[in-house]
T-cell receptor
């Protein structure tokens, strides 16, 4: 069965600083990987997804993620965070193309300080 | 184009009562997913439905929980004889049959069991 680990429960960064959120997955076949963001009291919004091809994926709001098969990782990055990026971030894996039965990590809460 | 609509946004029930959560997918979307988010946890898959069919209910508790997506009308997640452990946020998501990998989430229904 697939699983997703987000080792950082809570991260605090200064506005304008760079950000990296970690995600490790466990899955036997080629993974389909996603990052979602959840603002307080809201649903989840897709930031980016990886199916195949270029291992560096660009998403919305200036985010990018890099798939590293050797490390079973799919870390999310942003060069300069804005106060509006404060939210909960979830990494997820799907078992196959077109199958949206996602397995989510437990999330990383991002706090931005001035 | 309206997003995924869930209602009620907040629902309070006493132990032993029934809870009904509704979800209208985005226009043109024929796939509906229900996820549950317990406090401080990620989302857990419950059930995947298409019109008049349950495709995958492997995440549904064996008792008291049921889901449907009728030919007409919203998808319904029904919880009978609620217990305090059912208190959670329940998210519905939809996806179109032609686009793989992206789930569009509603804002969730937050159930509190007293």
């Amino acid at each position: 069965a697939q699983s997703v680990t987000q080792p950082d429960i809570h991260i605090t960064v200064s506005e304008g600083a760079s950000l990296e959120l970690r995600c490790n997955y466990s899955y036997g076949a080629t993974p389909y990987l996603f990052w979602y963001v959840q603002s307080p009291g809201q649903g989840l919004q897709l930031l980016l997804k990886y199916f195949s091809g270029d291992t560096l994926v660009q998403g919305i709001k200036g985010f990018e993620a890099e798939f590293k098969r050797s490390q079973s990782s799919f870390n999310l990055r942003k060069p300069s965070v804005h106060w509006s990026d404060a939210a909960e971030y979830f990494c997820a894996v799907a078992p196959g193309f077109g199958n949206e039965k996602l397995t989510f990590g437990t999330g990383t809460r991002l706090t931005i300080i001035p | 184009n309206a997003g995924v609509m869930q209602n009620p946004r907040h629902l309070v029930r006493r132990r032993g009562q029934e809870a009904r959560l509704r979800c209208s997918p985005m226009k043109g979307h024929s796939h509906v997913y229900w996820y549950r988010q317990l406090p401080e946890e990620g989302l857990k898959f419950m059930v995947y439905l298409q019109k008049e069919n349950i495709i995958d209910e492997s995440g549904m508790p064996k008792e008291r929980f049921s889901a449907e997506f009728p030919k007409e009308g919203p998808s319904i997640l029904r919880i009978q004889q609620v217990v305090r452990g059912d208190s959670a946020a329940y998210f519905c998501a939809s996806s179109p049959p032609w686009e793989a990998g992206e789930l569009f989430f509603g804002e969730g229904s937050r159930l509190t069991v007293l």
